[in-house]
């Protein structure tokens, strides 16, 4: 489940509950995808001067994955809102 999300200019922030038997780098895998498909179909003509191989993936290979371990809720999404300048 996504319980925060904010975006930046060059990467965003989620956190997400998830079951400990899921394999976070599918979900995000997953997540990329699908929203590479939403986005180049939305915002086409806006995107496509940008890029030099339409072809190629929208979001970067790089991913970082960090565990909040029990940490409270609130304080990781006041953390989420205030270290996200857009």
């Known amino acids: 489940m996504l319980l925060e999300c904010k975006g930046e200019g060059d990467h965003i922030h989620l956190l997400l509950d998830i079951h400990p038997d899921n394999n976070i780098s599918t979900l ?29 993936g929208l979001w970067g290979d790089q991913l970082y994955i960090r565990s909040a371990g029990g940490a409270p809720l609130k304080v990781l999404e006041e953390y989420i809102q205030s270290h996200s300048r857009g």
């Open 28 to 56: 995000l895998g997953s997540i990329k995808s699908a929203t590479s498909r939403i986005l180049r179909k939305e915002f086409e003509q806006e995107l496509r001067p940008h890029f030099k191989n339409w072809n190629k």
